[in-house]
């Protein structure tokens, strides 16, 4: 007897019924009183501050976290070079007798990759204080071990025969490898480097909501006191150059590097990182950052072993597990099953259309903004967690999904329409289902982002491992510190591991391969 397998157009539709206990636990913990507050929110954002000092402040906090983002950036992404090469099979085939250091670097640059850069951020804060460095140091160890991991990769699935073949020439080792990587090098730090500064960006506004300065400090700010036509100022600046920024994007991925020679391409690329490492640092400078000045460390009391025991027996690991799991699942539910579920409920070129509007709006708020503003009418949950990240990250997933079908062809769902079938039925059939496999390999890849991201929704929250993290730190108890934080890594590389098997066996079925 078969078993029956769910098509994959089936699948993305599935996860949403992660909404039912969502809702039902929101509602139990539901109170009236901050509707109004919610409605007044939603209402600020056609009438946002126009008053000069807002401006001002909100166009300060931009370049700030620009200026940091671009320098985080730069940095992450030269190292996420070097160590991505020392890190790929490739590169150790021509010196095979080393060939255990690559592995040796790649296995290691799981663990600061599987910690999110909030959690390097509160970290570096207790050792550095608020510095400048902080942020730029919490970005920099995530981004550069997953740039890493994303060059090694890309390196190891091209053909090592044109290498041999150099080899075989006479060339030494080292121009061989120069003459056989450098091609395949530039055209991945082109896609996936521009599309990590974007994430930079998102990533030093979040650094933000947690005291690190820039525009998250301002969006902050608002919230708490109320302020909500100073808020949007906020949010629609960052959203103007979010959408400048990726319309750059585009036409950097669209960019023919066919027609440069290998020479012009490195010395393009060198120089666009040099003059961008520049700019950030001059920006920091004009914005009276002490970037220069030496760094004064907190040095720490490393907690002995009984310590760590006895902080281990305290802690409710398990529980704190099974939430920050349960958190991921849920959230990634509403995340990967809202966009196509309205897709069908509201088929059409103008719903589609506004539906790429609500996605914009989501993805906008930050996750811990996101979980304040819920934390008015209910109780602090594992729903509202969830709810917070699922917002965020819907927003992403329909903006991908809707950005593909916009650019699909469109001739089975004429066909099947034409045959005088409903709009539903020819939207699933002739618009999800050819996007169904490549939807889905994304939405695992945005699971393992999601479970990342707990860290900072806990923290605000009140739930997860998170939650733990925020509140071992303000006891200054590094033993628990130590705990939570190796228990997140732990969870995290379980997670990638889990998520990319699952990336890897929708891909196979998919005609499309995104980074974003």
């Known amino acids: 007897m078969k078993l029956i397998k769910p098509v994959s157009t089936l699948l993305t539709l599935i996860p949403s019924i992660a909404y039912i206990p969502i809702l039902i636990e929101v509602i139990k913990g539901f109170h009236i009183g901050g509707l109004n507050i919610i409605f007044l929110f939603i209402s600020s954002a056609i009438k946002p501050s126009f008053n000069q000092e807002v401006i001002k402040s909100a166009w300060e906090g931009l370049q700030i976290t620009i200026a940091i983002a671009l320098t985080s950036w730069v940095i992450s992404i030269l190292i996420g070079i070097l160590l991505g090469v020392l890190s790929s099979d490739l590169f150790w085939k021509s010196i095979p007798k080393f060939a255990y250091l690559g592995k040796l670097i790649k296995y290691s640059l799981a663990v600061p990759r599987s910690i999110h850069e909030v959690v390097w ?293 004429r066909a099947i329409k034409s045959n005088g079938s409903s709009k539903q039925s020819a939207t699933l059939y002739g618009i999800l289902a050819p996007q169904s496999n490549s939807y889905l390999a994304y939405g695992a890849y945005r699971s393992d982002v999601i479970l990342k991201e707990t860290a900072i929704i806990g923290a605000v929250g009140g739930v997860g491992l998170g939650w733990q993290l925020q509140e071992s730190l303000s006891s200054f108890d590094w033993a628990q510190v130590i705990i939570v934080t190796a228990t997140f890594s732990l969870l995290t590389i379980s997670g990638e591991f889990l998520f990319n098997t699952s990336q890897n066996y929708w891909l196979k079925n998919s005609t499309n391969n995104f980074i974003s």
């Open 121 to 413: 951020g509160l970290l570096f804060i207790q050792i550095l204080g608020l510095n400048i460095w902080v942020a730029i140091i919490s970005i920099v160890i995530p981004y550069s071990a997953l740039s890493a991991r994303v060059i090694s990769e890309q390196l190891d699935s091209f053909d090592i025969q044109p290498l041999i073949a150099i080899k075989q020439t006479g060339s030494n080792i080292m121009s061989s490898l120069i003459t056989s990587i450098l091609p395949k090098l530039i055209p991945i730090i082109s896609t996936y480097g521009s599309y990590k500064f974007e994430c930079a960006i998102r990533g030093v506004t979040l650094l933000g909501i947690f005291g690190l300065g820039g525009i998250g400090t301002e969006l902050y700010l608002t919230l708490k006191s109320f302020e909500f036509n100073e808020m949007w100022t906020c949010l629609w600046m960052l959203w103007l150059v979010m959408i400048l920024l990726e319309k750059f994007i585009r036409f950097i991925r669209n960019y023919s590097f066919t027609n440069i020679n290998l020479k012009n391409s490195f010395i393009i690329s060198i120089s666009i990182f040099s003059l961008s490492l520049l700019l950030g640092i001059s920006w920091l400078y004009n914005l009276n950052f002490e970037i220069f000045t030496s760094i004064s460390f907190s040095y720490l009391n490393l907690p002995s072993f009984v310590e760590i025991r006895n902080g281990f027996n305290d802690l409710p690991l398990l529980k704190l597990i099974i939430t920050t799991i349960l958190i991921t699942f849920f959230a990634s539910g509403i995340a990967i099953g809202t966009p196509p579920l309205l897709l069908l409920l509201f088929p059409g070129k103008f719903s589609l259309k506004v539906q790429n509007l609500i996605w914009i709006f989501f993805r906008l708020i930050p996750p811990p903004l996101t979980t304040i503003l819920i934390l008015l009418f209910t109780n602090p949950n594992i729903s509202v967690a969830a709810l917070s990240l699922g917002i965020t990250h819907m927003g992403v997933m329909g903006r991908l999904l809707t950005d593909n079908i916009i650019n699909q062809e469109k001739n089975i769902y």
